[in-house]
């Protein structure tokens, strides 16, 4: 297999948040994060630039340093997200009027809830998702 296309299974998984056991500390490295929450480490930072309720703390030497809420933040991210089906944007927007349960979900017209539909639509924004990352990496190369 490709270098580039190695699975890595600890990241390959989507489990359910509600299975996440999140130990009793008080700051969490990016890493421990990635594990516990099955997100590699780049995608926490790619949904710090895109959602602006996560916001790790860094300490003296630039390393972030999430606290429970972040990391309660992340995990209901990945919901949204990956269990839910939100785009990035209807997520945000989830996250920032919590009140409105299914505020993205609502905003899909009735005749368009189709399966078919729905898997157009996921595929955008899984699309605009992948562009977004491809823009950070490469601003980095």
Known sequence: MPKGLRSNARHASHAPSAEINIPDRLYFRIGEVS???AIKAYVLRY???EFPMLKPVKNSAGRRLYRR???EIAIEIKRLLYEK???IEGARKQLANPREPEAA???IPKGAR???ALDAQHLR????????????LSSKC
């Open 69 to 71: 809420q972040d990391l």
């Open 35 to 37: 594990e516990l929450i």
């Open 105 to 107: 979900a609502s905003a």
């Open 114 to 116: 189709s399966e078919g």
């Open 125 to 136: 924004a899984i699309k605009r998702e992948l562009e977004g990352i491809l823009t950070i």
């Open 47 to 49: 949904w710090e630039s």
């Open 85 to 87: 089906g939100y785009t």
